[in-house]
């Protein structure tokens, strides 16, 4: 059974950055497209960033330019730099594949962005 668990994330003050990283144990395909979503609270989870085993990436409007998503296949891990933070990028961030294949959700990593 394929378990995904980040880590990375903290307390960064407004322009800050910081680098999540996933990391998938178990058989998972690297034929699957990754992503990087968030859930701030009170809203729904929504897809940040994604990347295809090739490496091409996607990304939401509202990070674009500030994020940055890569992944390293055969070390099984999905990572997102995240540069000139803002407070509303606040949210638990989590990885998992795009679509959904099934996999279950990991715990995420909180970011929060404040002075």
């Known amino acids: 059974q394929v378990q995904l668990v980040e880590s990375g994330g903290g307390l960064v003050q407004p322009g800050g950055s910081l680098r999540l990283s996933c990391a998938a144990s178990?058989?998972?395909?690297?034929?699957?497209?990754m992503g990087w979503y968030r859930q701030a609270p009170g809203k729904e989870r929504e897809l940040v960033a994604s990347i295809t085993p090739g490496g091409s990436a996607n990304y939401a409007d509202s990070v674009k330019g500030r994020f940055t998503i890569s992944r390293d296949n055969a070390k099984k891990l999905v990572y997102l730099q995240m540069n000139s933070l803002k407070p509303e990028d606040s949210a638990v961030y989590f990885c998992?594949?795009?679509?959904?294949?099934?996999?279950?959700w990991g715990q995420g990593t909180q970011v929060t962005v404040s002075s």
């Open positions: 178990g058989s998972i395909k690297i034929i699957y497209v």
């Open positions: 998992n594949t795009v679509p959904s294949q099934g996999l279950s």
